[in-house]
């Protein structure tokens, strides 16, 4: 093989192993799904633990250098709202694909369904039709990404229990078991509820779920 013709071939073999790598980009990410839960239920360690959980898996993925918060609300006299403590927008999948340009495309028409909610692995969730289903995603909030009332409890404790109690969740795959907007709502479709008081790991996996949560890059 004469030398011009070998050294083309190598080039483009080694274009095409770094096509998938190209194909990541964890650096620009600032969106994810998290790949794992924190295996306390919905005993997160309040927003504290829950933005470590989302700091640590940006960090093995190669995003680290950005600040991570998850997408919660809490209740009660010091309410914080999901969608005041994520940043302006826009947010980027690990693929590059973008999910909303600023909160209000994300409490709108977004780009967020089970291709483009990828985890920090650029790994799909599990959803209806896959074995184990996961699509339930914490959230504690209302459609609009906002608190609920203190009357009734939608955080497990504000994110502190893995018993008796209730948490809002998301359908990651914007899907159900009906066509109403609750059951398309990736952050407000239903509260949790199980045998062991609805805040347990094994009560979030009974509906659906498995304790994970939306991370958002707030810079």
Known sequence: MKPIVRNALSTLAVLCLAAPAAAQQPASMSFF???????????????????RHCQQLAQAA????????????????NAVNARDRIGKGPWTNVKGVV???DVSELHGENNLNKETALTEKGERVKVRGDTPNMHDILTGSTPEGTAFPADKDMTCGNWTKSGAGSAMLG???????????ASKSWNS????????????QADL??????????CFAVN
């Not at 799904?33 to 933005?51: M, Y």
């Not at 359908?171 to 907007?181: F, I, P, S």
């Open 99 to 101: 999910i909303a340009k």
């Open 189 to 200: 479709s239903h509260p949790s509820r199980g045998t062991e008081g609805g805040c347990s």
């Open 33 to 51: 799904v998290t790949s794992a839960p924190i295996g306390k239920g919905a005993d997160l360690g309040g927003l504290e633990g829950a933005d």
């Open 62 to 77: 190669g995003a680290g250098g950005k600040t991570w918060r998850a997408y919660l609300s809490t209740q009660g006299a």
């Open 205 to 214: 996996a009974s509906t659906g779920g498995n304790g994970l949560l939306y």
């Open 171 to 181: 359908h990651v795959d914007r899907a159900g078991l009906d066509d109403t907007v």
